[in-house]
């Protein structure tokens, strides 16, 4: 059962203008929503995340916007860069089902290629 | 500070043999996450250890284990392997994962292949 669902699975867009991915969940106990980005190579580096409580969180040319009541979020690339060009991964967290503490391991969507052309 | 490093960064095994990876996590982080990344599946979360214990798992055989170390440091160990055990095996650690907005920083992998 996947439980966050990412489109498209790959995205080209010129220079300059915005990239969007989409994710869908199913388990309303998650509670926190980072994106990842991922270069060839290289392990997911976190890009920016957000909590159910907030409808958009922006950090430079990143945002994401969150609509609680449909399960949704997206990623937004303002003035998409050549350098964006990457991998990226939504994911979603809980408070672990275990007597432990902590949270969950995330649960990560399929990834996005992103293509941005010159 | 040094990231997450990862050894090996490649390894070849043949199918039934056994297999060890090792992580050192940021100085400081507590916390050692472990997953696994294929084309199909994606990246799957495997389990974490924090305080030498583990604290969550995933939905992965009890082929797959993992201990860790007074020092943080973690090893994650695969036996029997199958031809579907090659992947990217990814090692994540964070100050505590107490709470869930703790950030996890991957480190590059280990790339795991089975003939």
């Known amino acids: 059962q996947q439980q966050v669902k990412q489109s498209p699975q790959s995205l080209i867009v010129q220079k300059g203008g915005i990239s969007i991915i989409n994710c869908a969940y199913e388990?309303?106990?998650?509670?926190?929503f980072p994106w990842y980005q991922q270069f060839p190579g290289k392990g997911p580096a976190l890009l920016i995340a957000?909590?159910?409580?907030?409808s958009e969180k922006k950090e430079g040319r990143f945002t994401i916007s969150f609509n609680k009541s449909a399960k949704q979020f997206s990623l937004h690339i303002m003035d998409s860069q050549p350098g964006d060009s990457a991998t990226y991964f939504c994911?979603?967290?809980?408070?672990?089902?275990?007597?432990?503490?902590?949270?969950?391991?995330?649960?990560f969507g399929k990834g996005t290629h992103l293509i941005i052309q010159p | 500070k040094a990231g997450v490093t990862q050894t090996p960064r490649y390894l070849i095994k043949t199918r039934g043999q056994q297999v060890t990876l090792s992580c050192s996590p940021i100085?400081?982080?507590?916390?050692v996450s472990w997953y696994q990344q294929t084309p199909g599946q994606g990246l799957q979360f495997l389990f974490e250890?924090?305080?030498?214990?583990?604290?969550n798992k995933g939905n992965f055989p009890g082929r797959f284990s993992g201990r860790q170390f007074s020092n943080s440091r973690s090893e994650m160990n695969v036996s029997t392997l199958e031809l579907g055990d090659s992947a990217l095996y990814l090692c994540?650690?964070?100050?505590?994962?107490?709470?869930?907005?703790?950030?996890?920083?991957f480190g590059p992998g280990t790339r795991l292949t089975v003939l």
């Open positions: 994540a650690s964070s100050h505590s994962t107490l709470r869930v907005t703790d950030t996890q920083y």
């Open positions: 388990n309303t106990a998650f509670d926190y």
């Open positions: 957000i909590r159910p409580d907030v």
């Open positions: 994911a979603a967290s809980r408070k672990t089902r275990y007597s432990g503490g902590g949270a969950d391991g995330l649960t």
């Open positions: 100085s400081g982080h507590r916390s």
């Open positions: 250890y924090f305080s030498e214990t583990q604290r």
